[in-house]
Structures are given as C-alpha cells and as structure tokens.
C-alpha cells in the first residue's frame, strides 16, 4: 500500500501545529555568525597586542646583545704635574729667641728676693741678693796675702840692691888684684880669692833676680786670688743677664743656696719666637733663609702670623728623613706663648714638581701598588709605581708613570692587563 507524502506548506502547518507556543529563538546561521565574529574580534586583539610585544622583546634583545658586544665605557683622567709654586702645612714647637736658667755663683742665704714669675726685667737689673758672710772673711784673707806677697816683693828688691853694690865691690876689687898680680905685688893665691869672691858674689846676684821673679809671682797670684773673690762677693747681687720676663722662680727669702747647683731663675726673651720644623726630604732642597712662613694656632683662630726662616740644618736626620728648620716670628704684642704648638705654612718654588695621582686610582696587589693605564689603542696596562707624599685625595707618584699618561679612577674590575675600554674624559662625565 502506497504511503501518501504531505506537501511542504502542510509538513510546516503540522509542525506549527505540533510545536508548543514560546518565545522567538534565532536559528543556527544566527549563532554560527556571532560565535565566528567572537573568534575574529579575538584573533584580531591578540595579533594586535603580540605583535608590538614580539618587536619590543626583539628590540630589547638587541640592545643587551649590542651592549654586550660593546667595549666598557670608564673614566680616565690625564696626569699633570703639581704646580711649580707648592705650600706645605708642618707642625711646629714655639720656643723663646733666647732663653737661659741662672744659678748662683755664691754660697750664702737668699737675703732679698727683688723678682717674681712672670716680671718683665731689664738687662742687668738686680734680681735677688745673697748673704755671704764666710766670702768676706775669705776677701779680708785674700787681701792680707797679697799685702804679704808685696812685702816679700819689697824685701827680695832691697836684698837685690845691696847684692849688686857687693857684686860691684868685688868686681872693683878683683881687678885690683888682678892688676897687681901682673906686677908681682901680690901673691896669686890672694888674686885667686878675690877673683873667687867676685864669682860668688856675681851668682848672688842673679840668685836674688831669680827670688825678685818668683816673688812679683807671689804677688800677681795674691792679687788674682783676691780679685777672684772680689768677683765672687759682687755674684751676692744677681742680675738679668739680658732683658725678658721671668718664666721660673725656685727660690724665696732665706733659702740656702750653693754655688753653680741652685736654680735661681729663668728668663726669656719673647719679642722675638723661633718656631723648630721638620721638613720631609722631598721638599728640603727647596728650603732656603729668608723665605716667608705663615704661622696659625689653634687658641687664636682667625689670626695669622707671619715670619721668615732664619736658618737650615743642611742636613737631614737619618732616622726620620727630615730637616730642621728654623723660622723667627716677631712677637711683639705677646700674643705666642713659648711652648705652643703651632701650624707652620712654607710655600717655595719647585723646579721639578712631581706628578700628581687620584688616591683612588691606586690598586694595591701582592705584586706591589700598581695604576691602570691607557694607551694609544685604549688598553688596560697594570704599572708599577712608586708613591710619595700623600695629599688625602691625591698622591705624588715618584717613578713608574710619566706626565700625559692616561689611567683610570677607582679602577675596580677594570684592572686587568690588555682589556680594551672606551675612555671618557673625565670632564665629559
């Protein structure tokens, strides 16, 4: 049996029909178009963001292969020379121009004490007085034995004077007989005496010059002895060997004191200060007298004071490797004090003055202290010097580098031999 098939607008009126009634729903060409417009929008906002960020990762990979690749930039700077024209700052001891102790020449007891620390005196003004008692007695003595020794002087002179009227007698004499024997008058055993007797009266004589000179001895000795006591007894009146100010009393009223071990006083003279300095050897072959000198202490700030050196030792102390110089200060209004320390400024004029290095370019390594120097083709040598004076932030170098050469500040890693850099001058920084 042959099935009858409904045609289209009864199969759509059957399935209306047969569906229940609900809401409008779209149909799958619907769908399918706005899922694919989903999936587009989303590959066209990841192609659009992946593909800035693949050339920015690129780009930046580049860069880091190019940095690699390119030489280390560092600083350099090139070596000069210290100015011809150096001042240095040394330490120094501020004593008196002239300074001295005194003692007493006479043993006794202090009888008046006329001076006291810190008063100014004059050049032989009175300072103390000494009782002495025993110094006279020994004076009164002294005169006594030379009064003896003139008598004495006196005594051998008139013995002198009849020995030679003796000696004349016997000469006149003599002759006589001599004059007889020749005539046979006399007999010459009677010449013989006579001409004996002249002889011994002759030697008398010179016996009695020889006694006048050892007496004129006696008495140039009396007199010494009591003009040395003389001296002794006016040593009972101390005074100021020179004009200045008292910087020590050890004595007072009725102290006993003994001849050249008591310490009187002490006395300076302040108008003038010499100032003791140790130059190094590096700056002592330009130090010459007369050149000026700047002095500061430390209790006057602000005040500068200003000297010349007077001298040199021209010679250096073998154990430190300095020089002792001396500088003068005038002092006249008495602001230094004796015994300060002072700072001491010298400028001189150098005719090789040395170069000049960073203290932080030194690298120090068992081999030695070495600086990294650039050459012409901008690579690292590690050279041996040999440092001087030290300045804080820079440092004389003695040996091993030469005036233009080009090296490295603060180094670090940098410091290896024949690595290429790219220099920048320092200025450039």
Do not use: C
Not at 87 to 96: K, R, V
Not at 139 to 167: F, I, K, P, S, T
Not at 295 to 308: M, Q, Y
């Amino acid at each position: 049996m042959r099935s009858i098939k409904p045609s289209e607008s009864e199969s759509d009126e059957i399935e209306l029909q047969a569906r229940p009634q609900s809401r409008w729903h779209p149909s799958n060409h619907t769908i399918w178009a706005i899922a694919l417009a989903i999936v587009v929008a989303i590959i066209i906002a990841f192609l659009g963001g992946y593909i800035p960020l693949a050339k920015r990762k690129a780009l930046i990979a580049g860069e880091a292969l190019e940095r690699q690749e390119a030489l280390p930039r560092v600083r350099v700077v090139q070596l000069t020379r210290a100015p011809r024209a150096s001042e240095m700052d040394l330490p120094g001891n501020i004593q008196a121009i002239t300074e001295a102790p005194i003692l007493a020449r006479a043993n006794g007891y202090i009888k008046r004490r006329m001076a006291d620390i810190g008063d100014r005196v004059a050049a032989g003004q009175p300072l103390v007085e000494i009782e002495a008692p025993e110094l006279d007695e020994q004076v009164r003595q002294a005169q006594a034995a030379r009064e003896q020794a003139r008598a004495g002087l006196e005594g051998a002179l008139a013995n002198l004077e009849q020995g030679r009227a003796n000696m004349e007698l016997a000469r006149v004499t003599a002759q006589r007989y001599a004059n007889l024997v020749t005539q046979g008058a006399v007999s010459r055993q009677e010449n013989d005496v006579y001409q004996a007797q002249y002889q011994a009266q002759t030697a008398s004589v010179n016996a009695l010059e020889k006694a006048i000179a050892a007496q004129r001895s006696n008495v140039g000795a009396a007199e010494a002895n009591l003009a040395r006591l003389e001296s002794m007894r006016s040593y009972r009146l101390v005074k100021a060997p020179f004009a200045g100010v008292i910087t020590l009393r050890n004595v007072d009223v009725g102290a006993l004191v003994t001849s050249g071990s008591t310490l009187l006083f002490r006395i300076a003279q302040m108008e003038t200060l010499r100032i003791y300095i140790n130059v190094p050897q590096s700056n002592a072959s330009f130090i010459r007298p007369g050149e000026t000198a700047t002095l500061r202490v430390s209790n006057l700030p602000g005040r500068i004071f200003t000297g010349a050196v007077a001298r040199t030792a021209n010679s250096l102390d073998p154990g430190s490797r300095t020089m002792l110089v001396e500088v003068h200060v005038a002092n006249r209004d008495r602001a230094l004090l004796p015994g300060m320390y002072a700072q001491v400024s010298l400028s001189n004029t150098r005719d090789h003055p040395p170069l000049l290095l960073p203290s932080d370019a030194l690298v120090v390594r068992p081999e030695g202290t070495l600086a990294a120097v650039i050459d012409s083709d901008h690579t690292v040598h590690l050279r041996k010097i040999q440092v001087g004076r030290d300045y804080g932030d820079r440092m004389e170098v003695v040996s091993g580098l030469q005036e233009g050469d080009t090296v490295i500040p603060s180094p670090g890693d940098l410091a290896r031999e024949g690595l290429k850099v790219d220099p920048v001058p320092e200025e450039a920084k």
